[in-house]
């Protein structure tokens, strides 16, 4: 099994986190997302603790919340001790439902409106990621009419291809984040910060992509901003305090893809740093990173029922099932491997190869091809692993189909987090 949370019971049927999942389909329908919390609260504390072990006192590790956003998840990290990204207002209003610390979230994103820059700061966000130079102007001009200094750290792109899908790399150049490195822009910029009054300039932020397996990528940032800090320090005589280097560690959707320690990866990482602060003479200021992926896609798993099997005769085969692209649009958006186990036949022989179909209104809807599977019959429950990640985030309601609800699982049984959207909810916007 690609994660020690799997299992098949004397039944066979597939087990997560100790709970037999065709059981879980039978008490809360399907389609279910199953979140593991012990696998969440272990993936948090390996970060925590490998940040405490190999970076600089008052490094933190910061759970990047689009991955995943519920209240129940701040209430988790809270618990954990980690800080948290967030990228909108809807994001920093259930943190701050949830009873997060806001002081310990940082506020991400490439267009930050005015409105959302306003509300950040009366929700006590405690850091803002600035992306562009209006941006900066509109969080001084802000900060000013509040009469309140507002800590930031500016987003820079150090110039990298990470090798993975072109939508998921965002560390080049021509990246639609943060500011140039190589072009000059970013330094310029730095020299505007440093002039403004309500402005707390702590550091700077890159992020270099995601699903990364090497630790190559992280070698090259790292380089590059110990570089690009030198070059400051030398113009305008200004050190980071904080030195931000994003998210992006891997994780295993199929067989294929390779297992990685986190704690050997930031190892590796500090080493670099450690090479580099002694190549350019710089201190290494506290160090952050944002996992979001690695924190919550092994934490989860998505049931379904399965409808139809459809053989073309010489063509191929479809297995349909009653969810889809909205609630895991990831094949569509990038064709994304998945793992797929008919969950209540997990101990058969494999030898039926399908195309798993969604059940929306596009040819594109589908989950994952080319799976060998047991032949399934209708009702049959099928399970998708990994999706604790960029799943539920992602979901919509095309074709007003009612969102699935989470279940989290551990220790003492099974609990809602986030319920079944209804038909009634399905319209309660609607005049
Ligand atoms: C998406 C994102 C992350 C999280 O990336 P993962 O691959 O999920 O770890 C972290 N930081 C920023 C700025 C992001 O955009």
């Given at each position: 099994m690609i994660c020690d949370n799997l299992s098949i019971n004397s039944s066979g049927h597939l087990c997560f986190a100790g709970y037999d999942t065709v059981g879980l389909a039978q008490k809360y329908g399907t389609p279910l997302y199953l979140m593991d919390e012990n696998k969440i609260r272990e993936n948090m504390r390996e970060y925590k603790t490998a940040f405490e072990k190999y970076f600089p006192k008052g490094s933190c590790p910061e759970y990047a919340s689009k991955a995943f956003s519920c209240k129940q998840i701040y209430r988790i990290a809270k618990e954990e001790g980690l800080n948290i990204d967030v990228v909108s207002m809807g994001e920093i209003y259930t943190a701050f439902k949830a009873g997060y610390p806001m002081e310990n979230c940082f506020f991400h994103g490439n267009n930050k409106t005015d409105k959302e820059i306003a509300f950040a700061m009366e929700s006590g966000v405690g850091c803002i990621v600035a992306d562009s130079e209006e941006e900066l102007f509109a969080i001084e001009k802000i900060a000013a009419q509040k009469g309140i200094t507002q800590k930031i750290l500016l987003r820079v792109t150090p110039g990298i291809d990470t090798h993975t899908h072109e939508k998921i790399?965002?560390?080049?150049?021509?990246?639609?984040?943060g500011i140039a490195i190589d072009t000059n822009q970013a330094k310029e910029t730095v020299g505007k910060i440093l002039k403004l009054k309500n402005i707390d300039f702590t550091g700077f932020h890159c992020h270099i992509g995601s699903q990364i397996f090497e630790s190559e990528p992280f070698d090259l940032a790292s380089e590059l901003m110990f570089r690009f800090i030198k070059d400051i320090k030398n113009t305008y005589g200004y050190t980071p305090r904080i030195l931000n280097l994003g998210g992006g560690f891997g994780v295993r959707y199929v067989e294929s893809d390779p297992k990685i320690s986190f704690t050997e990866k930031i190892a590796d990482i500090a080493e670099i740093l450690k090479k580099q602060s002694n190549a350019f003479q710089i201190e290494i200021p506290k160090i952050a990173m944002e996992p979001g992926r690695s924190i919550v896609a092994d934490a989860g798993l998505t049931l379904y029922s399965v409808g139809s099997v459809k053989e073309i005769t010489g063509y191929k085969n479809y297995v349909s099932i009653d969810g889809g692209m909205t609630d895991n649009p990831r094949y569509t958006l990038y064709q994304s491997p998945y793992t797929v186990i008919l969950a209540s036949r997990a101990n058969e022989k494999t030898d039926f190869c399908a195309t798993i179909a969604g059940r929306c209104c596009e040819e594109g809807d589908v989950i994952q091809e080319n799976v060998m599977l047991p032949k399934p019959n209708r009702n049959d429950i099928l399970a998708v692993l990994?999706?604790?990640?960029y799943n539920y985030s992602m979901a919509s309601n095309y074709n007003r189909v009612p969102r699935p609800p989470v279940v989290m699982l551990n220790e003492n049984g099974d609990y809602v987090a986030v319920k079944r959207e209804t038909l009634e909810d399905v319209c309660v916007l609607d005049i």
């Open positions: 790399s965002t560390g080049n150049v021509d990246s639609k984040f990994t999706t604790g990640a």
